[in-house]
C-alpha cells in the first residue's frame, strides 16, 4: 500500500511537471514566432560597384542681349549686344538706378542693397561681370559672384539646404540637378516675390473657419 | 394571497385559458411584435450585404497579410489590382513592390524661414499619389502660422491671400515617420508598421478601416478614403507601389510614405522637386556625409511635439 502511494506520488509530480514545461514552452514560441516587429524583408543588394551620378548645376543663360523694343520684318523682338552702346559710352560708377538713365534700361526695377550697376557689372567688358577684387567673371558663373557677398547662403548651397533640386537623394543610382542664384532670385531685385497659393484645401464637412483663421488643420 | 382561479397567474387580470385560443389579443400582439423585429433585423444589416456584393471579391477576401505573402503571391495580388484599377478607372498601371534599401533611414528637413507657403508641395503630392480629385486630398497641409508661435494646433490652412505675409511664417505638415509611432501601436490589425528604412505603411488591403490611429497621430498625418477615390483616367499616375500610391480602396487609411515608390528607387521625394524655394532637404540619415546630416548637424532643428516622445523623423529648421 504504501509503495502504490509512492508511485501515485511521484505519477503526479510527473503530470504537474510535464504541464508546466508545455506552459513554459507555448509561451517561448509565441514569443519566438511574434512577427509585429518584423519589418519586412529588405531590398537585394546590387552586386555591381558604386558609381557616382553627377550632381549638375543649372547654367546660366550666356552673355545678355538687351531688348530694344522694336520688332523686326518678320515680327521678333530687336536685341542688341551691350557693347553696342557700352563700348563707345563713359561708365559712370554713380548709377544706382534705372530712371536715371536717358536711352535704355529705364524700366528696370532695382532693389539689391546699396550696390550701384557696375558693382557687378564690368565696365571695361560689358560682356562679363566684375568681382570684387576687380576680377571678370563669366555670366555663367553668376554663382560665384553672388557668393561674395551672400556667405550663409553659399555655404547653405553647398550643404545641400539651399536652393531647389530635381533627381536622385542617392547618387550612386541617378543624378542630380540643381538651381543656380538666378532660377529662383532676380539679381536686381533678389527679393523671392510674393506669389498666390494655389491648391487650396477643401473644407471638410463640419469644419468652420473663424474671420481670421485659427481653426482646427 | 389566494390566487383567483381562472387567471393567467401573471396578476394580468386576463380570462384564464389563453392557451385554448389560437387568435387571443396576446398572441396576435405577440406574433406583431416578433414580425416588426425581424425586419427591424433584417433592414439593420441590409446595408452590409449590399457592401460586401460590391466591394470585395473573393481573392480579395481571402488575401493574406501583405509580410505573410511570398513573393508569387505579390505577383498574383499585383495583377489582380492592375486588372482592377483598368476595369474600375481604365488606366493602364503598373503596380511593384518597393522594398527598404539596407543602410538607410530616411530623413527630412523644411527649412522655414524659406517656406513662403505656396502650397505647390500639397499639389504635387495629390497628383503623385494619385489621390481623390473631389475632396482635393493631399498627404501635406500647410499651416499659416503667427510669427512667435509654434503651436501648430493653432496654424489656419485656409490662407486666401498673396504668401508669404510678413507677419506669419508657413509650415507644412506630413506624416513625421516617427521612430515611436502610437499610430501602429493602436492598429487593432497590425495593418499598418514601421519599416526597416524608417516609413510607416499601410496595407490597404488588411486594414479594417477603425480610423484609431487617425485619432492617435499627433499631427493629423493620416487621411481617411471616405468614398471611393475619383480620379480621371488621363491624371493616374501609372507608376504605383503596393504600399504608397496606389489607388486605394474606399473604407481605408491612408498616409505619407515619403514616396517610397521614389525614394527606394534612390530618386528625391515629389513634394521636395515641386518646392519652387528648396526648402526641403531629403536624405539618408545613416549617411554621414548626406544633405540632411549636415543639416542636422549644423542647423538648430526641432521637431513637432518633442514633449509626446514620439521620435519623429521629421525636423524643421530656421536659418540664423
Known amino acids: 500500500m504504501a509503495g502504490e502511494a509512492r508511485i501515485g506520488k511521484i505519477a503526479f509530480g510527473g503530470v504537474i511537471a510535464l504541464i508546466g514545461v508545455v506552459f513554459v514552452g507555448v509561451l517561448v514560441w509565441t514569443w519566438l514566432a511574434r512577427n509585429d516587429l518584423k519589418p519586412g524583408p529588405k531590398a537585394e543588394e546590387p552586386s555591381t560597384p558604386a558609381v557616382i551620378h553627377p550632381v549638375t ?66 565696365a571695361t567688358d560689358y560682356d562679363t561681370l566684375k568681382q570684387a577684387d576687380g576680377r571678370p567673371l563669366e555670366f555663367s558663373q553668376t554663382l560665384m559672384l553672388c557668393a561674395q557677398c551672400h556667405g550663409p547662403q553659399f555655404r547653405d548651397y553647398q550643404n545641400g539646404s539651399h536652393g531647389g533640386m530635381q533627381g536622385h537623394w542617392d ?5 542630380r540637378t540643381r538651381n543656380t542664384c538666378t532660377d529662383c532670385h532676380d539679381p536686381h531685385h533678389p527679393a523671392y516675390p510674393e506669389v498666390m497659393p494655389v491648391f487650396p484645401p477643401k473644407m471638410v464637412r463640419g469644419e468652420t473657419i473663424t474671420p481670421h483663421g485659427e481653426n482646427h488643420p | 394571497m389566494s390566487e383567483p382561479s381562472g387567471e393567467c397567474g401573471s396578476g394580468c387580470g386576463c380570462k384564464g385559458g389563453g392557451d385554448d385560443k389560437l387568435f387571443s389579443r396576446r398572441n396576435l400582439i405577440k406574433g406583431a411584435g416578433i414580425t416588426l423585429g425581424a425586419a427591424a433585423f433584417a433592414k439593420a444589416l441590409s446595408p452590409l450585404a449590399h457592401w460586401t456584393r460590391e466591394a470585395t471579391s473573393v481573392d480579395e477576401f481571402l488575401q493574406k497579410h501583405y509580410r505573410e505573402l511570398t513573393k508569387v503571391d505579390l505577383e498574383v495580388v499585383f495583377r489582380r489590382l492592375e486588372r482592377e484599377a483598368k476595369q474600375q478607372y481604365g488606366a ?7 522594398r527598404p534599401q539596407a543602410g538607410v533611414k530616411f530623413g527630412y528637413a523644411l527649412n522655414l524661414s524659406i517656406c513662403i507657403g505656396c502650397r505647390r508641395c500639397a499639389e504635387a503630392c495629390h497628383h503623385e499619389n494619385n489621390h481623390d480629385r473631389a475632396t482635393s486630398n493631399s498627404y501635406i497641409r500647410v499651416l499659416e502660422m503667427t510669427k512667435g508661435s509654434m503651436d501648430m494646433e493653432k496654424g489656419n490652412v485656409h490662407y486666401d491671400h498673396p504668401v508669404p505675409h ?72 501609372p507608376k504605383q507601389s503596393y504600399l504608397s500610391n496606389r489607388i486605394r480602396p474606399q473604407g481605408v487609411m491612408e498616409k505619407c510614405t515619403f514616396c517610397l515608390h521614389r525614394t527606394r528607387e534612390g530618386r528625391m521625394p515629389a513634394c521636395l522637386e515641386a518646392c519652387p524655394t528648396g526648402a526641403r532637404v531629403f536624405g539618408n540619415l545613416l549617411d554621414p556625409d548626406s544633405e540632411i546630416r549636415k543639416v542636422i548637424e549644423n542647423k538648430r532643428v526641432f521637431v513637432l511635439k518633442e514633449e509626446l516622445g514620439t521620435k519623429p523623423s521629421f525636423f524643421y529648421f530656421f536659418d540664423e
Open chain 1, 57 to 122: 548645376i543649372r547654367t546660366p543663360a550666356g552673355i545678355p542681349r538687351v531688348a530694344t523694343g522694336e520688332v523686326d520684318s518678320q515680327g521678333q523682338p530687336v536685341t542688341i549686344a551691350c557693347a553696342t552702346c557700352h563700348d563707345t559710352r563713359q561708365p559712370n560708377y554713380e548709377t544706382r538706378s534705372g530712371t536715371t538713365l536717358k536711352d535704355f534700361h529705364q524700366g528696370l526695377h532695382f532693389a539689391h542693397g546699396n550696390q550701384s550697376c557696375l558693382s557687378c557689372h564690368n
Open chain 1, 171 to 175: 547618387l550612386t543610382r541617378g543624378g
Open chain 2, 92 to 98: 493602364d498601371v503598373t503596380i511593384s513592390d518597393h
Open chain 2, 166 to 237: 510678413p507677419d506669419k511664417f508657413y509650415m507644412p505638415v506630413q506624416c513625421q515617420q516617427c521612430d515611436n509611432p502610437p499610430c501602429v501601436d493602436v492598429c487593432p490589425v497590425e495593418a499598418t508598421w514601421k519599416e526597416a528604412d524608417g516609413i510607416v505603411v499601410v496595407d490597404y488591403n488588411w486594414c479594417i478601416g477603425c480610423r484609431y490611429c487617425e485619432a492617435a497621430c499627433p499631427y493629423h498625418a493620416r487621411r481617411f478614403n471616405w468614398t471611393k477615390p475619383v480620379i480621371p483616367k488621363e491624371e493616374i499616375n
